[in-house]
């Protein structure tokens, strides 16, 4: 019997990745050791080698145990392939297991370099089979799936594979992977962690905007001078860190994009982001704005539901408004809101989907429309003395919203890169995007200061106020009176990320402000504090001014809830996934 162990490795940021194929690279994970020197001198075993680990719990292992464990590997790991057969470690945790002949003779038609075994499992007779048995009190939790087996002298280093793709659009400024040191730091190059099969959302890939700390990788906030001047993270933010508790992998390092829509359907792309469901959840949650996209209904309502937990809510003295509670609740809205300010899409085939979705939504859950004209609505509130702006959307979008966003942009970030800059470089202004120039280069500090600040908490509380005691209030029956729809998107048209395209009749832009409302749909929830997420419905052809043939644009509709219903709303877009009217969305040229 060998005498194996398994350890963690730590692995070495400095150690080359070993690249196996186009696509492929290879990390250390776990080891055992054993004598294996003298199968490698004969030349029955490199030292390189594919390898599959099969985990079972089933006291009789036979050729159907093993084929449909490899066929789910198959099926639904698509870092794997039959090339990870080469050789295979086999354990199980019933006592007493067995390896029948059935498996032994599948076993040795599959030409397998070498089989190790948990010493645990007795084999039947077998002929040609190469085996050698391991033992450890660890066996139980090697992951399962595929790895690189690295054989040197007595020690069998179990190392993670990666599957690579191609970032066709360069959305992506570098990937990352999680080193194995135990202490979740993360090294930048472009992998993807192996899925694991054990706990439920072990695995999940998660990609990250860059404008959260992760330790050991470089935020950069979408700015090379914010980089040069911010040093590599020491610290992971509490919210990335609970994803990598609740066993996400982290994948990607997303730019923060600047440019507007585009024609990303063009191509295969690995994420589509126009296509996904995504989310701006309640005021208070973490950072405003933290949210999360994904292509799966139930992914994304599993992830989010993990992931917004009380700890990490931000107390009334940081958001100015009441606390937030988000119950986890089926008392669903009772009304529609069509908001003729923003609706129909301008899109006449795409204003049909979102009429057969409503319909859907009234038939589903019993609920009726009402139209309503949202700027007349605000228009017409009698204004208090203490709020005497509660009546104009304009103010409240231009003073409250914009000195909250300004300042706390300013006081985190702009004051502290404009005078790192000057004092680095003789007193220059930073290279920074053209929208936070202006703004930055002289610095309003009469209306943008601490004091002015706390003004504006109160005041987007008496907005707030409004909002969830006149119009998307609690009621008995419901966490949300209503439900409010409209299109932060594009009305159904193509948005071209070349600028000059968008001359064209029907194309637009993302976030318009339709002629008539007082301020764009994207900016309602910010004023309000409401939840606000965008479902895919569908998708609509339209004729390409770049490939000179039909294409199809993806439709999105946004679903607007009262402050703290976020669960609520997941739990309605569930029920909308049980009965087809919402659908994961696939990548590629077309979402559905
Ligand atoms: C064996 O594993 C299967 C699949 O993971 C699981 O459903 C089952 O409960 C396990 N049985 C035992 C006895 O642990
Ligand atoms: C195994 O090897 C034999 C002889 O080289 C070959 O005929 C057979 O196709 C191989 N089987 C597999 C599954 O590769
Ligand atoms: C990270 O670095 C900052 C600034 O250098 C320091 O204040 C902080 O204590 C460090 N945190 C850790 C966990 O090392
Ligand atoms: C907010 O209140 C908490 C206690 O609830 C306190 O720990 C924290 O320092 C306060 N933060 C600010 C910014 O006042
Ligand atoms: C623009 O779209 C509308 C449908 O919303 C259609 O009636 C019209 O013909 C289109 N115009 C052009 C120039 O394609
Ligand atoms: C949704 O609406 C479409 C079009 O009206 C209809 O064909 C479909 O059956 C509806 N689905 C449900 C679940 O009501
Ligand atoms: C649907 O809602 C109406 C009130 O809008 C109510 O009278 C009716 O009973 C409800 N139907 C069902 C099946 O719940
Ligand atoms: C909605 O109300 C605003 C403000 O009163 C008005 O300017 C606009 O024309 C109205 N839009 C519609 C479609 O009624
Ligand atoms: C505003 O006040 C007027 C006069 O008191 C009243 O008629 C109207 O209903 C009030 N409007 C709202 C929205 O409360
Ligand atoms: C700075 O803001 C104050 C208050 O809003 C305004 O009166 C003043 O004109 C602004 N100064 C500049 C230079 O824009
Ligand atoms: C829809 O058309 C109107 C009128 O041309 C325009 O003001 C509005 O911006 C368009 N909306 C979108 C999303 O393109």
């Not at 089926?330 to 003729?340: M, S, V």
């Not at 004729?543 to 709303?569: I, K, Q, W, Y």
Request: charged residues 15%.
């Amino acid at each position: 019997m060998l005498d194996v162990q398994f350890l963690l490795l730590i692995a070495l940021s400095s150690a080359a990745p070993v690249k196996r194929n186009a696509c492929t690279f290879l990390y250390p994970k776990a080891t055992f050791s054993g004598d294996f020197t003298s199968l490698v001198a004969a030349g029955s075993l490199r030292s390189e080698i594919p390898i599959t680990v099969i985990n079972t719990n089933v006291s009789t292992v036979s050729q159907d145990v093993l084929t449909t464990i490899v066929q789910s590997y198959e099926d639904g790991d698509d870092v794997f392939t039959a090339d990870y057969l080469e050789t295979i470690f086999i354990s199980s945790s019933a006592p007493g297991a067995t390896l029948d002949p059935s498996a032994t003779s599948y076993l040795e038609s599959l030409n397998i370099s070498h089989v190790f075994v948990d010493a645990r499992i007795s084999m039947a007779r077998y002929n040609t089979l190469p085996v050698s048995t391991v033992s450890s009190p660890d066996i139980d939790n090697i992951p399962s799936g595929p790895y690189l087996a690295l054989i040197d002298g007595a020690k069998v280093s179990l190392a993670s594979v990666f599957l690579l793709y191609p970032d066709t659009y360069r959305d992506f400024l570098f990937g990352a992977y999680d080193s194995n040191d135990g202490d979740s730091t993360h090294n930048s190059v472009g992998v993807f962690h192996p899925k694991m099969w054990d706990p439920p959302m072990a695995g999940w890939r998660v990609a990250i905007k860059d404008l959260f700390d992760i330790k050991g990788l470089q935020t950069s906030g979408g700015s090379q001078a914010w980089a040069y001047i911010t040093p590599i993270a020491n610290e992971t933010a509490p919210s990335i860190q609970r994803i990598l508790d609740l066993g996400g992998v982290l994948r990607y390092w997303i730019f923060h994009e600047t440019s507007s829509g585009c024609e990303r359907h063009l191509w295969p792309a690995p994420l589509p982001r126009s296509y996904e469901l995504g989310e701006s959840p309640s005021s208070g949650w973490c950072h405003d704005t933290a949210g999360v996209f994904s292509r799966d209904p139930y992914k994304w309502i599993a992830f989010s539901k993990a992931w917004y937990e009380p700890t990490l809510f931000q107390p009334p003295n940081i958001t100015g408004l009441s606390p937030l509670e988000v119950p986890d609740t089926l008392a669903f809205p009772q009304t529609i809101i069509y908001p003729t300010d923003y609706l129909p899409l301008n899109n006449s085939a795409a204003e049909v989907i979102l009429q057969n979705f409503i319909t859907n939504l009234t038939t589903i859950f019993n609920m009726t429309v009402k139209t309503l004209n949202l700027s007349e609505t605000v228009q017409s509130i009698n204004a208090t003395e203490e709020a005497p702006f509660i009546n104009s959307l304009i103010y409240l979008t231009s003073v409250p919203l914009g000195v909250i966003n300004t300042w706390s942009a300013w006081d985190a970030i702009g004051s502290v890169l404009t005078s790192t800059w000057a004092a680095l470089f003789d007193g220059r202004f930073p290279p920074i995007d053209p929208a936070r120039c202006p703004g930055w280069k002289s610095f309003n500090t009469t209306r943008y200061s601490p004091s002015a600040y706390a003004n504006a908490l109160v005041a987007k509380n008496a907005a707030v106020e409004w909002w969830e005691t006149s119009f998307q209030p609690t009621t008995s029956a419901s966490c949300s009176e209503n439900i409010f729809l409209y299109d932060i998107g594009t009305g159904g048209f193509p948005s071209y990320r070349e600028l000059g395209l968008n001359g064209h009749p029907n194309t637009s832009f993302l976030a318009v402000k339709p002629l008539g409302a007082e301020i764009t749909g994207a900016n309602i929830c910010p004023v309000y504090g409401c939840a606000d997420f965008t479902v895919p419905i569908g998708q609509v052809p339209y004729r390409s001014h770049v490939a000179f043939h039909e294409e199809m644009v993806p439709l999105t509709v946004n679903m607007v809830v009262r402050r703290g219903c976020d669960f609520m709303l997941l739990n309605m877009i569930e029920k909308l996934a049980d009965h087809g009217v919402l659908k994961a969305v696939e990548t590629g040229k077309t979402a559905f």
